[in-house]
């Protein structure tokens, strides 16, 4: 999968607690997304990075924030989870603007 | 798997006829247009692109054909296989510096053996 590991995987959490997803690439690509996926809604930008410490906001951030101290991690964090944040998340990394992104394998996150 | 595809648009199509998959696109200005095929439990995997100085691109049974006119992009899989059973997105580099990719909504493709 082109180099890109999301972690966790899978996690379950409660209503209120803080959640930090990572990204992971080993492909030295400049621009890192995070999307999260539900039902209906294909795939809605969360936040994206356009190099260490250049982040933007997608359609849905509300109620998430992102870091990216170093070309290789960009960490998403839910600060204080809500049900609605329920989702399989994915990562994806792409060298320039132009060019196609790759995707993770994505997380499923649940919130009870 | 994953149920991503509950809402979407389907297109049943017979094994060996050709498919195509339509996306009208929003902003006029975005320039460039990539498909992606995403299959149950998968992340999105890319399957062609297409810039907005193009009309049209061909790969390995796949084609592109953008209409800037009408903001229309479509995705025409040529003797479409079992293994084309997928949701099919188009994406669009949307903002004005040209960071943002954002997605369509997606179509459900069921190939019918």
């Known amino acids: 999968d082109a180099g890109i590991t999301q972690s966790p995987r899978h996690k379950v959490t409660e209503t209120g607690t803080p959640v930090t997803l990572r990204c992971h690439q080993t492909?030295?690509?400049?621009?890192m997304y995070w999307y999260r996926q539900d039902p209906g809604h294909g795939l809605r930008l969360i936040h994206y990075?356009?190099?260490?410490?250049?982040?933007d906001k997608g359609e849905v951030s509300d109620g998430y924030s992102v870091s990216r101290s170093k070309t290789e991690d960009f960490l998403l964090t839910l600060e204080s989870a809500t049900s609605s944040q329920t989702s399989v998340y994915f990562c994806?990394?792409?060298?320039?603007?132009?060019?196609?992104?790759?995707f993770g394998q994505g997380t499923r996150l649940t919130v009870v | 798997g994953e149920s991503v595809g509950l809402h979407l648009p389907t297109l049943s199509v017979q094994e060996g006829d050709n498919s195509i998959i339509n996306c009208a696109y929003s902003n006029s200005a975005s320039d460039y247009f990539i498909w992606y095929k995403q299959e149950s439990g998968k992340g999105p995997q890319f399957i062609i692109d297409?810039?907005?100085?193009?009309d049209k691109r061909q790969g390995q049974r796949v084609t592109v054909l953008l209409n800037k006119t009408v903001k229309h992009l479509s995705l025409q899989i040529a003797a479409t296989q079992p293994g084309d059973s997928a949701v099919y997105f188009c994406?669009?580099?949307?903002?004005?510096?040209?960071?943002?990719?954002?997605f369509g909504g997606g179509t459900r493709v069921l190939v019918k053996p």
């Open positions: 994406a669009e580099n949307m903002d004005a510096a040209g960071n943002k990719l954002t």
């Open positions: 994806a990394i792409a060298l320039r603007a132009d060019t196609e992104a790759f």
């Open positions: 990075s356009y190099g260490v410490k250049d982040t």
């Open positions: 297409i810039r907005s100085n193009m």
């Open positions: 492909e030295n690509h400049r621009y």
